[in-house]
Structure formats: C-alpha cells, structure tokens
C-alpha cells in the first residue's frame, strides 16, 4: 500500500553497486514529472551522472563520497529557468527570473518533483537518499556540471539496491505539525519534551550507531550558527539577484 511505502522510508547511503538502466531511470523520471508545477512552469532540471570520474569529484565537492562509489544512480537536482528564458525568446519576451518568488516557485517544483521520484524508485524496492551537501560547494558542482546561468543544484539524490537495513526515524507528533484554524506554539512546551523523550529511547536502541541525543538539543545546536552563507552570492552569480 502507498500509506505503508510512505511511512517506511529510510535515508540509504550504502547500495549494492548494481546500475539502473537507461530504461528505468527513464521510466522513474517520466512517473516524477507527473508531479503538481506552480502554473506549470516545471522550473527543474536533472543532471544523471554516469561518468564514473564525475561521480568522484561530486562526492568531493558534495563531501559525500562514499554513498557516491556504489549508488545505481546518482542524480542532481537543479532550479532551472534556461529552458523557460529560451521559451521567452521563442516568443520574442524578455522574461524576469531574478525574483525570490522565482527561487521560491523553483525549489518547490524541484522538492516536489524530487518526492515523486524518491516514491517511484522506493515503490520499485530501490533505496534513495537527498545529498543536501552539493550546496558545500555549489560554484564547482556547477562548473562541474556546465550549469549555465538561471540554473542551480538544489540537492543530489543517490539510488540504488539497499545494502543496509535502518529503523524508521519517529517523526514528530501530528499534534506538533497540524494546527487547526489558528497557529498555537504554546502546546510544544509539552510536545517536544515528549518527543525529545521518544528520540533519545530510538537513538540509544536502534540497531547501529547508538548515541546519547534528543530532538531539541540536536537542533538547537545545528541551528546556533548561519550555515551555507555563501550561497546567496552563489544564487546572485547564477541570475537570481532577489528582486
């Protein structure tokens, strides 16, 4: 049942080297385009790695290396408003990219996308994981790539034939997610010791890499300090000035 595949999903960064064919990812990509697109722009992209020297240098740039080496399918995913400049200029139109709407409407269409192709690939018993680590370095990643101005990487995604077995992370409660009419953050005052409660009971009995840690504490210090900050240069560099 999809609410069953939904519901298991687990980040894979160990595959069993065997390759997707030019078939299947092609399959897998068709099935993801079906995906909603703000006023149908379908402002993404996908670069598919198969160069194995390709492959190594954006593990480097990535600083994911090893789920790179034996992925059946390496992937990244890019905001890309070339191919709707081209459109404007088939129409004789100059249009404007350079917005943070813009930004906006286009990482949405690449998340979105991206979802549908993480459920297709995991309907078929493939394992995938979003390398969030290409935005590390995303000026070489795009050179690397030959990615042209309006365009740039949101995230990787490896895929392939799992060769490890985790447990389902907990998420947070619904009652934590889902406000009803008007927005209450009063109620976490209770919610998230609870939750902090339920991470640290998975983190030291889950069955690898066992750790003292809860939800709270892991994100108030991943949050402490400004991370990427080189990143609104970089978009600036790539036509998106934040009009």
């Not at 000026?139 to 389902?168: C, K, R, W, Y």
């Not at 991470?199 to 890499?209: D, P």
Request: hydrophobic content about 40%; overall charge negative; glycine content about 4%.
């Amino acid at each position: 049942m999809v609410m069953d595949l939904l519901s298991s999903h687990t980040s894979i960064r160990t595959y069993k080297n065997k390759k997707l064919s030019k078939e299947e990812v092609f399959e897998l990509i068709s099935v993801a385009q079906h995906a909603a697109s703000s006023h149908f722009v379908q402002a993404y992209s996908v670069i598919w790695i198969t160069d194995d020297e390709m492959k190594k240098k954006l593990g480097e740039f990535s600083e994911n290396p090893t789920q790179m080496d034996t992925a059946g399918a390496v992937f990244v995913c890019c905001v890309d408003f070339k191919r709707l400049q081209i459109a404007g200029t088939m129409n004789d139109t100059s249009i404007v990219t350079d917005t943070a709407e813009n930004v906006i409407v286009g990482t949405t269409d690449v998340a979105i996308f991206s979802q549908n192709l993480a459920i297709a690939a995991e309907s078929k018993g493939y394992g995938i994981c979003y390398i969030g680590g290409v935005r590390n370095n995303p000026e070489a990643i795009s050179e690397l790539l030959n990615l042209p101005s309006q365009v740039f990487p949101v995230f990787a995604m490896t895929m392939g034939v799992p060769d490890e077995v985790h447990e389902v992370k907990p998420r947070l409660p619904v009652e934590a997610i889902l406000h009803e009419n008007y927005y209450s953050s009063e109620k976490y005052q209770t919610l998230l010791p609870d939750y902090d409660k339920t991470m640290e009971n998975y983190y030291a009995n889950r069955g690898s890499n066992q750790k003292t840690a809860n939800w709270t504490r892991s994100m108030a210090n991943f949050l402490s300090k400004a991370r990427r900050t080189h990143m609104i240069d970089f978009l600036k560099k790539q036509g998106f000035t934040w009009k």
